[in-house]
């Protein structure tokens, strides 16, 4: 392969990174194993990259590899093995997860465009207060406004964003 496909699947690969998680840990409840199978799965990736085709959906190709290595993990842990779903009902919850973890792919799109739609310093705010978990007091005195204010501010843009990101779901094309 040459550096520019390593350099696209690299891409490809940090970007399904939290849904592959995601997934893995729904195939694994409560195991505390979880990142090692999903680093299992990330080198399986790596090493069977030429087998993947640009333009054909990664995540796919990327969650059915990552089932293969949990259901390795599990021959590996069998005589240990505390919860074991049946055939059908693991197939049922690959589909279930996999659905799942699409509809919140569209709503992060979604959130991310309506966040785009906000003036800057609304914007600041909510990523002080939630991406940061920042203090309402401390953004208060950086921005000179006071607290009963701002938490009036962040009540009308969560109610803009979910509105927003409605809106947005319920015409799809919006969100491609």
């Not at 990327?62 to 779903?85: C, G, P, T």
């Not at 005195?141 to 409605?166: D, F, N």
Request: charged content about 30%; aromatic content about 8%.
């Amino acid at each position: 392969m040459d550096n520019n496909t390593d350099g696209q699947i690299v891409a490809l690969l940090t970007e399904v990174q939290s849904p592959l998680r995601f997934y893995v840990q729904s195939l694994m409840p409560g195991d505390p194993n979880v990142q090692d199978v999903v680093q299992h799965a990330n080198a399986t990736l790596w090493q069977k990259r030429a087998e993947f085709t640009l333009g054909t959906n990664f995540k796919a190709w990327a969650f059915s590899i990552a089932r293969f290595e949990v259901l390795n993990y599990r021959k590996q842990q069998a005589r240990d093995a505390r919860f074991v779903f049946q055939e059908d009902l693991q197939e049922l919850f690959d589909t279930e997860i996999a659905e799942y973890t699409d509809e919140g792919d569209r709503r992060e799109k979604a959130l991310k465009q309506c966040l785009g739609k906000l003036r800057d310093q609304d914007r600041a705010l909510l990523m002080h207060r939630y991406s940061k978990g920042g203090k309402l007091e401390d953004f208060a005195q950086e921005a000179g406004r006071s607290i009963g204010g701002l938490k009036v501010t962040l009540h009308r843009l969560r109610s803009a964003l979910l509105e927003c990101v409605q809106k947005q779901l319920k015409n799809p094309e919006t969100t491609a």
